[in-house]
């Protein structure tokens, strides 16, 4: 459940946005994340754990808006990038596994709207 | 607040206008990768191994596949060849570290309390404890769990995971983070091959599926098997020969 400590380290972040902000910032209304395919982060674990970590902070009852990034692999057969749904699954080209994963594993706060 | 549009707004008035919400909300900007300060601290660990010639390894595994006692007999074997510490990762308990002061070298018990994994800024105060010499090596090993500590660089020149037999071949395809993320895997506990279904080539076909990569070794601290080839990739990474 490393979700929960991922969410508390977002909350960090926010607040340390919030207090460097001019004018200051009372509440975090919205936040905008972008996770990778193959982050190895559970979207529903992060939703459940967002509002537990935010209990005591700007974001109390912030809403989460999840943007995914799709996963992609550079195949070293094809030398082609394709995409890749899970770390489990093979070229969709020739079906082995020899290539490098080139994207989805991104795991950021993009935004935030406040009051 | 607002009736119309719920922005926690005050006001007395219609709503026959077509406002921007810029009387309250803000959009700020933030871009920041969530696991960043992770990497910050992870940074200045690697960056502190490098100037004191420390080679730091971040051994992860299931809880019970036998890590500790690898350990022991790891320490037994090298510790007249190389200076050896050991930073123990725990939820509870400094059982492991004393196992581990048993042999001699210096340890030092983390106990995460609720927390699944090691991260990268426990490890820098732990360096800031535990004096290190230079030119040693220094086994970290994490907590129990084959899921969270795959995402927490700790500033570690390789990730190690070690499998044992009693725990099924499959592993590596039902835990494809922590695979892909080590720079070798370790089967251990061979000696019980023979009373288990354990495929040893199926494991490694299915850790390679998901990391090309990684190197395997096969080992047995009960019967020493293997123990030996283990230490040459040690002394070798010791040497700065294995690049990750």
């Known amino acids: 459940m490393h979700e929960l400590t991922l969410c508390f380290n977002l909350i960090r972040i926010l607040e340390q946005t919030a207090n460097s902000a001019s004018p200051p910032i009372t509440r975090i209304k919205t936040v905008w994340l972008e996770i990778g395919e193959l982050a190895g982060i559970d979207l529903d674990a992060i939703r459940f754990s967002f509002p537990i970590a935010a209990t005591h902070s700007l974001a109390k009852d912030a809403t989460l808006k999840i943007k995914t990034q799709a996963g992609q692999a550079l195949c070293h057969n094809c030398d082609k990038n394709v995409t890749l749904s899970s770390l489990l699954a093979p070229c969709s080209i020739c079906g082995q596994y020899n290539y490098t994963i080139t994207q989805g594993k991104v795991f950021r706060v993009i935004r935030m709207e406040t009051i | ?244």
């Not at chain 2, 695979?179 to 080539?201: G, H, R, T, W």
């Open chain 2, 1 to 244: 607040m607002c009736g119309y549009c719920g922005c926690g707004h005050d006001h007395e008035h219609t709503h026959e206008h077509e406002h921007d919400h810029a009387h309250d909300s803000r959009i700020i900007q933030i871009e920041q990768d969530i696991l960043g300060e992770n990497q910050r601290f992870a940074d200045q660990n690697r960056a502190y191994f490098a100037k004191n010639h420390i080679v730091a390894l971040n051994l992860m595994s299931s809880p019970g596949s036998g890590k500790t006692t690898l350990l022991i007999e790891t320490i037994r074997a090298l510790k007249q060849r190389c200076a050896i510490s050991v930073i123990e990762g725990d939820q509870q308990t400094d059982l492991d570290a004393k196992r581990i002061a048993e042999t001699g070298v210096p340890v030092l018990q983390i106990n995460t309390g609720k927390a699944c994994h090691l991260d990268a800024h426990r490890i820098g105060h732990a360096l800031g404890d535990l004096a290190l010499s230079n030119n040693s090596v220094l086994f970290i090993e994490n907590v129990g769990n084959l899921v969270c500590p795959a995402l927490f660089d700790l500033g570690e020149k390789a990730k190690i995971v070690i499998l044992s037999v009693t725990e099924g071949d499959d592993k590596p395809l039902k835990y494809p983070h922590m695979f892909a993320e080590a720079s070798l895997m370790i089967i251990n506990k061979i000696d019980l091959l023979p009373y288990v279904s354990f495929n040893v080539e199926q494991c490694i076909e299915y850790a390679k599926r998901v990391n090309p990569h990684i190197a395997v070794l096969q080992t047995s601290a009960t019967t020493h098997q293997g123990i030996a080839p283990w230490c040459d990739w040690l002394l070798e990474a010791h040497n700065k020969k294995i690049t990750t």
